[in-house]
């Protein structure tokens, strides 16, 4: 009789032994490093993609007037405060006059004494003219000498003289007063435009320099978001495009806007795009200067074509493409990107066709030889 070259204890170990090398492999290719790739996939369609711009900005005034005074000196009275409306020509404060209201009344005293100087040098004007005259016709009469005639023309001529001297004091002391009441007037803080009081930068009593702001007003027709658009997605940017507006202290209200201009300089340093967005109609209340806005701009639709969800889309190295799937697995295919929407879809211009089946997620990096097994959601995504 042949014996086998096993003794039963070998064959008892093996019987153990196999079944579990055979799970180790099930495991090992099941969920281990050999295991598939459990990926999501999305197959290829053709829509008109509506690309859009979105951009963060700050709510800010077009029209931003500071009041102050054009010379040195002390706040005596200020009328308005944060908050409230002012009208073109309205006098919100005033500047301490000091002594200008006692300078003002002796240039009106050398004025008064100017005009009593001028009535007496033209009485003396009138009766040199009249001796003048007389002497003339004395002297054609040879009743008088020609010194006493040439005596009388030098009296008038010294009265006209003095008269003219007179004429020019008195356009001195006008200009000089006419200096001081525009200084007095210049004393006066007076609303240019009709506004909003927006900052109040000093009390009465303060002490303030020539052109330091005292009072700023906006003009609240004139608010505007000043929005910054990244330039690698800031192709077709111009003005006029409709807007959608939304001031982060009013989570889910839009409001209508429009690009008013593109501003020629941009930011070399964050690489963004700046533009002025206008709001259509006036948010009730206003919001506060310095916000921050998200503004979203609608661009013209394209052509239907090829479109994948952005998140489908990879990058290896230098080339731009996407995990096809092939019979057996995945291939990582090249492909040619045009314009993008705010739903996450992008086009497709070359690489891929209608109907063509791409992985979107992958629970792991995938490789050229990756095994995949396709599920509808990626096992632990979310947590």
Known sequence: ????????????????????LGLFIFVALRSGPLAPVAVTVTTVETAAVTPS??????????????????AAGRLQRLEVDVGDSVQAGQVIGGMDPVDLEQRLL????????????????????????????????????????????AAKRQ?????????????????????DRGALAAQ??????????????VARHADPGATVVAGQAVIEVIDPAGLWVNARFDQVTAAGLRAG????IELRSRAGQVLAGRVLRVEPMADAVTEETRAKVLFLTLPAPLPPLGELAEVTLALPSLAATPVLPNAAVRRDGRETGV?????????????????????????????????????????????????????????????
């Open 323 to 383: 995990w096809k799937v092939v019979e057996g697995g995945v291939r990582f295919t090249p492909v040619q990107l045009g314009a993008g929407d705010l739903e996450g879809r992008v086009q497709v211009l070359s690489g891929v066709a209608r109907g063509d089946r791409v992985v979107v997620y992958s629970a792991k990096a995938l490789k050229a030889d990756s095994r995949i097994t396709i599920v509808e959601r990626i096992p632990g995504a979310g947590k």
């Open 184 to 197: 007095q007037r210049n004393l006066q803080l007076t609303a240019p435009v009709n506004g909003l009081v």
């Open 241 to 244: 495009l409709p807007a959608r």
């Open 106 to 149: 002796a240039q009106d005293a050398a004025f008064r004494r100017i005009q009593a100087q001028l009535r007496e040098a033209r009485a003396r004007q009138t009766y040199a003219q009249a001796q003048a005259k007389r002497y003339e016709q004395l002297f054609a009469a040879n009743l008088t000498s020609e010194e006493m005639l």
């Open 155 to 175: 009296e008038l001529q010294i009265t006209d003289a003095g008269l003219a001297a007179l004429h020019e004091d008195q356009s001195r002391i006008t200009a």
């Open 1 to 20: 009789m042949k014996r086998f070259p096993f003794s039963g204890r070998a064959l008892a170990l093996l019987a153990v032994i196999l079944p579990l």
């Open 53 to 70: 711009l979105f951009g963060l900005g700050v709510v800010e005034s077009r029209h931003l007037v500071s009041i102050g005074p054009t």
